[in-house]
Structures are given as structure tokens and as C-alpha cells.
């Protein structure tokens, strides 16, 4: 029973850790994995809104990614209703 518990344990671990990356052995969080998604999204989102795209072509349903990539989206209307791009 205690080796199939260890079993459970180190699989368990694994899985907790397999998003993680680790530099000389010590582990760094997932914070910067979660805010290049979030860059990404701000990114595809204002790329969107830069070709003329409407808001309904978001492709995330995550409230967090959403809501990045729409507010890139608002900001590419923005920067073409100033005239920054055409």
C-alpha cells in the first residue's frame, strides 16, 4: 500500500511540475508562462482589431485571455480612429 501511495504521490508531482521550467535546478513559476499567453492574446487581439475584425471574432473563451485580447482589440480601434494606421 505505501509503494502504490508513493506511486500516486510522484505521479501527482509530475503533473504539478510538468508546466513548470527549471533553470540549474530550481524551479520557476508558471507567472511568466501565464503572461506570455496573456501577451500573446493582447497581441493577436490588437492584430485583429488592426485588420478590421469585429470583437465577435475572439477566439478564447477563458475570462482572463478574453479580456486581453479584446482590450488589444480596443486599443488597434483606438490607434485607427487616431490615424496611426490605415
Known amino acids: 500500500m505505501r509503494h502504490k501511495l508513493s506511486a500516486i504521490f510522484l505521479w501527482l508531482l509530475y503533473k504539478v511540475l510538468d508546466g513548470y521550467k527549471t533553470v540549474n535546478g530550481e524551479v520557476l513559476y508558471m507567472k511568466r508562462q501565464k503572461r506570455d499567453k496573456l501577451g500573446?492574446?493582447?497581441s493577436n487581439g490588437y492584430q485583429a482589431g488592426l485588420c478590421?475584425?469585429?470583437?465577435k471574432h475572439c477566439?478564447?473563451?477563458n475570462t482572463d485571455v478574453k479580456s486581453e485580447w479584446l482590450g488589444g482589440w480596443r486599443e488597434a480601434l483606438t490607434d485607427r480612429s487616431m490615424g496611426l494606421f490605415k
Open 52 to 55: 478590421g475584425r469585429t470583437k
Open 59 to 61: 477566439p478564447y473563451q
Open 40 to 42: 500573446r492574446a493582447h
